[in-house]
C-alpha cells in the first residue's frame, strides 16, 4: 500500500471541493491555492482544460482578495496581486499550447481591465497588448484592445504613443476593414473605430503642437485636411458627420489662433 499509485484524479476533486468551502467561508486566498494545486494535479493527468480552469480561478480568487486588502487598505507587499498575475500567465500560456488563442487573448483582457481599474494603467498596456497580438483574426476585437493600450496611454500622459496607437489603429481599419464596393471608405464598427480614431488624434496634435520639422508626413496629412487655408467643401472627410468635421475645424483653428475663449465655448459642444 506504501507504494501504491497516488489516485490524482481523486485528489484534484477533494482540492476542489476544499477551495470551494473555503471560498464559502471568505478565505479567498486560501481557496486560491487549493485551486493551484488542483491544476497540479490536472497537469498531472495531462488535462490541459482543466489546469487552466483551475488556474484562472486561482488567479481570480488572488485578485479579490488583493481588492478586498485594498478596500480595508490593509498594508502589504501586493503579493497576492503578484500570485493572481502569476496564475493569469500560466493559464495563457496553456491555452496557447491548446491552440485557442481567444481564450488567452480574453484572460489577457480580464487581467489588463483588472490593473487599470487598481489605477495601475502602466502595467495594463503589456497585457491589452499581448491581447491584440493573440487576436490577429479577428481585426474588430484587436482593434478594441489597441483602443485600450491608447487609453492608458492617455492616463500615463505618453501622449505621442497613443497618438502612435491612433494612428496605427486607423491604418488597420482601412487595410484590414470591411469596406463600400469601389470606395475606401470603412462601414459598420469599422467606420466608428476610424472617426473615433480621427478625433483623437486631432485632439492629440493640438494638445502636443510639434513643430512643423517634427511633424510626421500622416500627421500633416490629418491637419491639412482642417486648415481654412485647404478647405474645399467637396473634400471633406467621409467618415465623419459634417457637424463633427466643422466642430474640429474649428478646433484646430482656435488652437492655431490661441484663441482660448473660442475653445472654451467649443469644448461643451465637443462633449
Request: charged share 20%.
Amino acid at each position: 500500500r506504501f507504494l501504491r499509485k497516488p489516485n490524482v484524479a481523486e485528489a484534484s476533486e477533494q482540492f476542489g471541493q476544499l477551495a470551494k468551502e473555503l471560498k464559502q467561508q471568505d478565505c479567498l486566498q486560501y481557496a486560491a491555492f487549493c485551486n493551484l494545486a488542483m491544476a497540479r494535479c490536472e497537469q498531472t493527468l495531462f488535462n490541459a482544460p482543466g489546469e487552466a480552469l483551475a488556474l484562472t480561478d486561482a488567479a481570480r480568487l488572488f485578485l479579490s482578495s488583493e481588492k478586498e486588502n485594498r478596500a480595508l487598505q490593509a498594508p502589504g507587499f501586493d503579493e497576492h496581486l503578484q500570485a493572481a498575475l502569476n496564475c493569469y500567465s500560466f493559464a495563457i500560456k496553456v491555452y496557447i499550447e491548446m491552440n485557442q488563442p481567444v481564450m488567452a487573448a480574453s484572460l489577457c483582457l480580464e487581467l489588463g481591465n483588472a490593473l487599470k481599474e487598481m489605477n495601475r494603467p502602466g502595467e495594463a498596456i503589456v497585457h491589452y497588448q499581448r491581447a491584440a497580438e493573440l487576436q490577429t483574426q479577428t481585426p474588430i476585437e484587436a482593434l478594441l484592445s489597441m483602443e485600450e493600450i491608447a487609453t492608458c496611454k492617455i492616463l500615463t500622459r505618453d501622449y505621442d504613443g497613443a497618438l502612435s496607437v491612433f494612428t496605427e489603429m486607423q491604418l488597420m481599419c482601412q487595410e484590414r476593414g470591411l469596406q463600400l464596393p469601389g470606395t475606401s471608405t470603412p462601414v459598420g464598427a469599422f467606420l466608428d473605430i476610424v472617426a473615433k480614431c480621427e478625433i483623437s488624434r486631432v485632439l492629440l496634435l493640438m494638445l502636443l503642437e510639434p513643430p512643423p520639422q517634427k511633424l510626421l508626413p500622416e500627421h500633416a496629412q490629418t491637419l491639412e485636411r482642417y486648415a481654412w487655408e485647404s478647405f474645399d467643401p467637396h473634400s471633406q472627410v467621409t467618415f465623419l458627420p459634417e457637424n463633427v468635421f466643422l466642430l474640429l475645424q474649428s478646433v484646430v483653428m482656435a488652437c492655431q489662433e490661441k484663441d482660448t475663449e473660442s475653445l472654451k465655448s467649443l469644448q461643451t459642444e465637443l462633449w
